[in-house]
């Protein structure tokens, strides 16, 4: 039987630095811990909620359950030939920016324009991680599942991850517990140049064409242009975008222009537009707004910030609240929640 510590402090394992406590704490280095602590809930009839690296969620109460923060941080590098595919696996405790890392000083490509995404490797097929253009949906293999219920182990096809805008099928089946994610890169290099601010800052920085680029180069132009924009955690604590891009009808989206005739959207296909949504909340003169230690970073609206000493989860939420609802009022847009929210039982929502 596991013997967790308990009354922990949580403060230090979410990038929000929310101090709530959890009752019973322990790290998974291993799959028999993992199997240890599903008896020990059984056994307790008590909550659970696993915690990756913290970048996504937002906690509002003491946890009344076992938190079990994931540390298994194997990763088995490819011993193939050069001409066969590179295929890495590895545990879902290892931090994805490192394996980002670690993958280009080996010679494989693919996932430079997710780099210094923060959290674990295992959280990245949860919401589907993208950024600049690319998912890592396009890099996926398969992954190990635990089955928190069952105690069954498993393993998934990326296929069968149902992977779709910062979404997946973890998030409806909340007991499966990612244990290793596998990922096939490529070999060949073809710079990933859709958003334009890459091509940019390649060629501010190497005097050279973008499409020139080495994998590496691009990496360092992904890593300078959010070092820019987006408030590191360690010294702003924030959750990254705080809301997901709201996907409208065409219509719609030229119903919102005739009166706002800059409306950053981009087309999805034929029927539907994203719509920036730090670009509505923007507009509505959020960015930079901050009171009682919460609020919005001025640089990038859709990024709350917990600046305040002891700011709370309820605090969080209820500027989330405010500024969805002038979202909705102002553009007769919702804006959905893209960090998980829990309270003391689990998974709850705004
Ligand atoms: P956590 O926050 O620990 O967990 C998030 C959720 O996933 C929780 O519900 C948790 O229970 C669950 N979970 C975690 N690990 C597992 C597992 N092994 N098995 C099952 N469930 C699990 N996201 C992007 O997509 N693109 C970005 O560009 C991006 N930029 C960001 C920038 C900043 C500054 C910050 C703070 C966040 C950013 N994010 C971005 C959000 C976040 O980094 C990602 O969602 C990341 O994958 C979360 O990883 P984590 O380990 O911190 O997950
Ligand atoms: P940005 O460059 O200011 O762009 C604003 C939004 O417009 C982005 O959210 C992006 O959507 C969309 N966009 C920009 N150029 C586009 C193009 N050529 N085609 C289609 N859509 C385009 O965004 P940012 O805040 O600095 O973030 C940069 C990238 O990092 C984005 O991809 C963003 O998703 C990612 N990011 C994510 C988080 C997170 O927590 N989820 C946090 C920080 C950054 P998409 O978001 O769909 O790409």
Not at 190 to 198: E, K, R, V
Not at 265 to 274: C, N
Not at 323 to 338: K, M, R, S, T, Y
Not at 339 to 345: G, H, K, Q
Request: glycine share 8%.
């Amino acid at each position: 039987m596991m013997q967790p510590q308990q009354g922990v402090s949580l403060k230090a394992y979410n990038t929000l630095g929310i101090d709530v406590k959890a009752a019973f704490f322990t790290q998974i280095c291993h799959l028999d811990q993992l199997q240890a602590a599903q008896k020990f809930c059984l056994a307790q009839g008590c909550p659970w909620l696993l915690i990756g690296g913290g970048s996504n969620l937002v906690l509002t109460e003491d946890f009344a359950g076992l938190v079990m923060v994931m540390a298994m941080e194997q990763i088995d590098w490819p011993t193939t030939a050069a001409n066969e595919a590179f295929v890495v696996t590895a545990q879902a405790g290892c931090e994805w920016d490192a394996l980002v890392a670690a993958s280009i000083e080996r010679g494989a490509s693919g996932l430079e324009n997710l780099s210094l995404i923060p959290g674990q490797v295992g959280a990245a097929p949860i919401q589907n991680i993208g950024a600049y253009g690319v998912e890592v949906k396009q890099y996926l293999r398969q992954v190990q599942v635990f089955n928190f219920a069952s105690g069954e182990l498993f393993e998934m096809t990326a296929q069968a991850c149902e992977l779709g805008y910062r979404d997946s099928i973890f998030k409806y089946h909340k007991h499966w517990i990612v244990t290793q994610v596998t990922l096939q890169l490529r070999r060949d290099h073809q710079p990933q140049l859709q958003y334009g601010i890459i091509a940019e800052t390649i060629i501010e920085m190497t005097g050279k064409p973008a499409l020139e680029a080495t994998v590496q180069q691009v990496r360092d132009a992904v890593i300078s242009i959010r070092q820019t924009k987006l408030p590191d955690p360690k010294s702003i604590p924030n959750v990254g975008s705080f809301f997901k891009n709201p996907i409208v009808s065409a219509a719609q989206a030229a119903h919102i222009r005739q009166a706002w005739p800059d409306l950053v959207a981009y087309q999805v296909d034929d029927l539907s537009y994203k719509l920036a949504a730090g670009w509505l909340i923007d507009q509505l003169g959020w960015k930079g707004y901050s009171q009682a230690g919460v609020g919005v970073h001025k640089l990038q609206a859709l990024v709350l910030v917990a600046t305040g000493k002891h700011v709370s989860g309820a605090q969080v939420l209820s500027l989330a609240r405010r500024i969805q609802a002038d979202v909705q009022l102002q553009f007769g847009v919702g804006l959905e929640v893209e960090p998980r929210l829990f309270d003391s039982r689990g998974e709850c929502y705004l």
